[in-house]
């Protein structure tokens, strides 16, 4: 129940871009509607960090990616994206996907591996 599942990411050089997805299963659209979407990230020996936030309230960003990063949703796909810009070394880590219901439920992506490096 409310199952996410991410794709995208992999290996990129410095100044690249990705677009990261993540599709919640599992719950119909009107429940979607109401949940907030956000990406963290997790650098080695980092704590998890909330990166980007979508909800029917609107979007936030940490401030590290403000300007270079985007999320955004579809929601007749059930999918949120993160497409990231002028991607740096520092961007390095692995992104989850992580869905909170307006019950209060959470659920986590499986995480993607983002690696950037020349």
């Known amino acids: 129940q409310g199952q996410i599942v991410q794709s995208g990411g992999g290996l990129v050089q410095p100044g690249g871009s990705l677009r990261l997805s993540c599709k919640a299963s599992?719950?119909?659209?009107?429940?979607?509607?109401?949940?907030?979407m956000d990406w963290y990230r997790q650098a080695p020996g980092e704590q998890r960090e909330l990166v980007a936030t979508?909800?029917?309230?609107?979007?936030n960003y940490a401030d590290a990616v403000k300007g270079r990063f985007t999320i955004s949703r579809d929601n007749n796909k059930k999918t949120i994206y993160l497409q990231m810009n002028s991607l740096t070394p520092e961007d390095t880590a692995v992104y989850f996907c992580?869905?909170?219901?307006?019950?209060?439920?959470?659920?986590w992506g499986q995480g993607t591996q983002v690696t950037v490096s020349s």
């Open positions: 599992r719950v119909i659209l009107s429940t979607f509607l109401s949940d907030t």
């Open positions: 979508i909800s029917s309230s609107g979007t």
């Open positions: 992580r869905r909170q219901s307006a019950a209060g439920d959470v659920y």
